[in-house]
């Protein structure tokens, strides 16, 4: 074989494992190689967070009658995701707060179940907490991840919807919630 078909011959095989690459790229981060991520924040507010979709979408944000900002993610089965700031002493823990949000959902939610507490990661560090209940004769879940900013404010990201909506964005709540960071 001569050398301008060795050439031809090795392009081909890089631009082959270039493509494939690629495709094992997607397949492992698919909320990632196939959407667009949008970096999210407002002038009066002290936090930035990265959208990992389109789909994504800001349905209110802070303002006069309310801290909360609120998205929502569309796909026929909505998801909801509330942000919330909220100011606590400065011995209260991550810990504590979930304690009293479990306490508070057994004695109000029907057929409420707790899943698993998970330390968590990010720019700002934490704890998820996930549970189930039913709501309007249908199983709804909450996901709450909880990020202090210090020992005196903790950040509430609380997504709500149907059970296997949330399972399948499981990735993209992780995402956002790894991403929210302060200003």
Known sequence: ?????????????????????ML???????????????????????????????RW??????????EDTEFRYDNGDAVHLRIRRELVNAEVTVADLIQRRQTLDRAVLLGYVKEKIEPFDGHLS?????????????PTARL????????????????????????????QTDFIARSFQLK
């Open 144 to 171: 709450i991840y909880y990020l202090e900013a210090n020992n005196r404010i903790i950040y509430r990201l609380e997504f709500a919807g149907s059970l296997d909506r949330l399972r399948q964005l499981s990735d």
């Open 126 to 138: 934490g704890a998820r907490y996930a549970y189930e209940y039913v709501t309007d004769g249908k």
């Open 57 to 66: 979408r800001s349905i209110n944000g802070p303002g006069i009658d309310s």
């Open 24 to 54: 094992i790229v997607a397949m492992i981060f698919p909320s990632t190689a196939w959407s667009e991520t949008r970096t999210y924040t407002a002038e009066d507010l002290d936090y930035v967070l990265v959208l990992p979709s389109a």
């Open 1 to 21: 074989m001569n050398t301008g078909a060795k050439v031809i011959m090795n392009f081909l095989r890089l631009g082959l494992l270039s493509i494939f690459t």
